[in-house]
Structure formats: C-alpha cells, structure tokens
T-cell receptor
Framework: DTEVTQTPKHLVMGMTNKKSLKCEQH?????MYWYKQKAKKPPELMFV???????INESVPSRFSPECPNSSLLNLHLHALQPEDSALYLC???????????FGSGTQLSVL | AQSVTQPDIHITVSEGASLELRCNYS??????LFWYVQSPGQGLQLLLK??????LVQGIKGFEAEFKRSQSSFNLRKPSVHWSDAAEYFC????????????FGTGTRLKVLA
C-alpha cells in the first residue's frame, strides 16, 4: 500500500463551523505533513509531525489545529476559518523527515 | 535563507519534442533535491530525487535531472514529450542541516501541443 488517503475530497463550510480533515497512510512512515496550496501556487508547509510529535509549525493561525493520534493518522481541525483560507489542503508522508514525500490527492476547502 | 527558483512560469512544447525545465536553489550546503508533478486538483507525485552520488538521476515516466553544484541547478529533462506530460512541475529542496525546511519552487506549467 503506497497511498496517502485524504477525506473528504471536497468541503464547504461557513465561518462559524468546526470541521476536520483526515489523512491516513499505512506505509510505516514516521513523518507526516500538512500543506496548503492556493490556485496556481506551490504548496506551503503548515505543520510537520515526526514520530507523532509536532516538530514544525510554520506560524499557522490557531484556527488550524493539527493532531496526530497515531503513526498512521493525521488530522487537521478547522474552526472559525476565513474565506481566504479556501485552498487545497494536502497531506503528505515520508519514511523520515526530509525524504521523498508521498502526497494524498487533497481536500478542496471552500469557506463561505 | 533557502530558496528555490523556477524561472519559467509556462512552457509550451510540441509532442515528441525535447523538454528542459529549469530549477535553481539557494542553500549553503548541498540539499536534497526533488522534482514533483501535479495534475489539476490532485496531489503531487515524485518524479525523481537527488541525495548524493551520480549527478545524473533517472526518474519515472522517462524523466531525468542533472545536479550541477557549480550552478546550483537541478534541471529536469525529457527527450520526447508525450501529451500526457501536460501538468504543473515543481522543484523542491529539503535542507540537510540546521532548521528543517522543505521548500517548493513556484512551479512551471507545461502545455503540450498535439
């Protein structure tokens, strides 16, 4: 299994909603990442988990809250988002930090 | 600070023609270097990577890239482009010491003419 699975594929939410994005991999990778990608832009790193511990937070607003319940799962909890947070949210994993990344197909998020 | 530059925002080639996508990086040491491809609305797929050793690396789908330390470049090449190669291509750099960074270039959109 060489897949990173992200759910949901599409999400529309209001600014007062709370929602969560989910990511799962069964490759035994110990590093997992959240990236945000706006249209026609490169992915921007948000968070890195290494061995289930948050190792990098790229000054992301607190309305985004990551969680790594175990080595296979990565969540991104969303609360009180703004319309400018609308983007493609990509999850990735790698065997260890710095190695090649395996990406999921992303969650297209629209904030109304 | 570390950075990755892809000078070509768009490139158009005819099917069967050769392709070269440029990538330059700025980093004090030799980083890990990657090329990824992204189709619309999809995640990124790794084409190839360079960590050390032979400076010419082979990847999937017939792509290759050459690391040139003197030019701080890692250009992607393909001898004969197929229509299915039309996509967005990202060069990426991962730092090998100090503060960890995994940075993507701004991307090059490839259009293939039939």
């Amino acid at each position: 299994d060489t897949e990173v699975t992200q759910t949901p594929k599409h999400l529309v939410m209001g600014m007062t909603n709370k929602k969560s994005l989910k990511c799962e991999q069964h490759m035994g990778h110990r590093a997992m990442y959240w990236y945000k990608q706006k249209a026609k832009k490169p992915p921007e790193l948000m968070f890195v988990y290494s061995y289930e511990k948050l190792s990098i937070n790229e000054s992301v607003p607190s309305r985004f809250s990551p969680e790594c319940p175990n080595s296979s799962l990565l969540n991104l909890h969303l609360h009180a988002l703004q319309p400018e947070d609308s983007a493609l949210y990509l999850c990735a994993s790698s065997q260890v930090r710095g190695e090649k990344l395996f990406f999921g197909s992303g969650t297209q998020l629209s904030v109304l | 600070a570390q950075s990755v530059t892809q000078p070509d925002i768009h490139i158009t080639v005819s099917e069967g023609a050769s392709l070269e996508l440029r990538c330059n990086y700025s980093y004090g040491a030799t980083p890990y270097l990657f090329w990824y491809v992204q189709s619309p609305g999809q995640g990124l797929q790794l084409l190839l990577k360079y960590f050390s050793g032979d400076t010419l690396v082979q990847g999937i789908k017939g792509f290759e890239a050459e690391f040139k330390r003197s030019q701080s470049s890692f250009n992607l090449r393909k001898p004969s482009v197929h229509w299915s190669d039309a996509a967005e291509y990202f060069c990426a750099v991962a730092t090998t010491s100090g503060t960890y960074k995994y940075i993507f270039g701004t991307g090059t959109r490839l259009k293939v003419l039939a």
